[in-house]
């Protein structure tokens, strides 16, 4: 079995799970199947070989410099706030340019893309991030073509992911592309996580911000209604979850997120169904019931009306090509 050499990048002020996450993802698959020879070589890197602080205080060390970094078949960039120091920021993504073309695989976790795109590396790529920067990255990078409801995107050599969780996403994919499903399967049990997540960011970034946004007795539907889309998710039903009548409710709900309640479920099922055209190989008329609608003709033209295509389309142009956990 081939070794691979992966390097992942520490810097102050890393995010520790962007970092941790696909090293233990990695670190698991080191000894995968029952070659004699590890599957991976795990190495960490730091600008000058010494020890770095992530945001939340861990101490973490390096096995070397960049400057002596061996030949490496996939380099990883966690995120976290330190990459946007410009004292990071420009001396990796000088080191990435010049590393790049050697380089089988590049790959960013969350903000890590700073890196990449400051490296010019990204542009006129399909790439994501982490939900809340996606507004930050498009405006510093506009040459990337982002796709920020993406659990993680393959654009060629370069992967890219959300934040957080969603690199163990990422090094799993990684591992299936390098040692097969089955492989990739064994470690997502041994870490105890899916191997393939449905639905995109948008699952977690609407919720949260509705919940997050949300009077007290609202907060609960933030978790519930994108858990619950085939359930009756109409004005009456959902006020009387709360225990408040329609008109106030329907009311209240518009002041507090500028959206009727139908508009905000609307946007929840359309997501969802969005994601499963992508990534599964259900019908439409499936994926339509699945997300709670009751007639596909309705669905198509709520579809059409957001997406600018229809359903049948937007499997065609994305199913080829954008990686998202399933």
């Known amino acids: 079995m081939t070794v691979r050499t992966i390097g992942l990048v520490g810097y102050e002020g890393v995010n520790a799970l962007d970092f941790t996450g696909p090293h233990e993802a990695f670190t698991s698959a080191a000894s995968a199947g029952q070659a004699e020879e ?26 070397m410099a960049l400057a002596d970094a061996p030949g490496l078949d996939t380099l990883i960039i966690p995120g976290g706030p ?4 410009p004292a990071v920021l420009e001396p990796l993504s000088a080191w990435l340019a010049g590393r790049a073309a050697g380089t089988r695989r590049l790959v960013s976790v969350c903000t890590g893309i700073f890196a990449l795109g ?7 790529r399909r790439a994501t991030t982490h939900w809340r920067y996606a507004g930050l990255v498009a405006q510093r990078f506009p040459a990337i073509r982002l796709e920020p409801d993406a659990i993680f995107v393959r654009d060629g050599s370069i992967w890219t ?11 799993l994919a990684l591992i299936e592309d390098d040692l097969g499903p089955s492989a990739a399967l064994k470690i997502a049990r ?11 960011q948008r699952q977690y970034s609407e919720p949260l911000r509705f919940q997050a946004r949300a009077p007290g007795r ?8 994108p858990a619950n889309l085939t359930e009756d998710l109409s004005v009456q039903a959902l006020a009387q979850r709360v225990n408040c009548s329609p008109r106030h409710f329907a009311r209240l709900f518009r002041e507090a997120f500028e959206a009727s309640p139908a508009e905000f479920v609307e946007a929840m099922r359309l997501a969802e169904a969005a994601d499963r055209l992508v990534n599964s190989t259900a019908s439409v008329d499936a994926v339509a019931a699945s997300v709670g609608y009751g007639s596909s003709t309705v669905f198509r033209r709520a579809f059409e009306r957001r997406f600018g295509v229809a359903p049948s389309h937007y499997r065609d142009r994305f199913s080829g090509d954008l990686i998202a956990a399933e």
């Open 118 to 124: 400051e490296a010019g590396l990204l542009d006129g």
């Open 190 to 200: 041994m870490l105890v996580v899916y191997t393939r997540r449905s639905g995109g």
């Open 218 to 225: 609202f907060a609960d539907l933030a978790a519930w209604i």
């Open 38 to 63: 590890p599957a991976y070589r795990v190495i960490c890197l730091s600008l000058d070989g010494g020890p770095f602080r992530s945001r939340s205080g861990l101490l973490l060390a390096a096995d």
């Open 161 to 171: 992911s959300a934040g957080v969780t969603a690199g163990i996403d990422l090094a």
């Open 82 to 85: 330190g990459i946007r120091e």
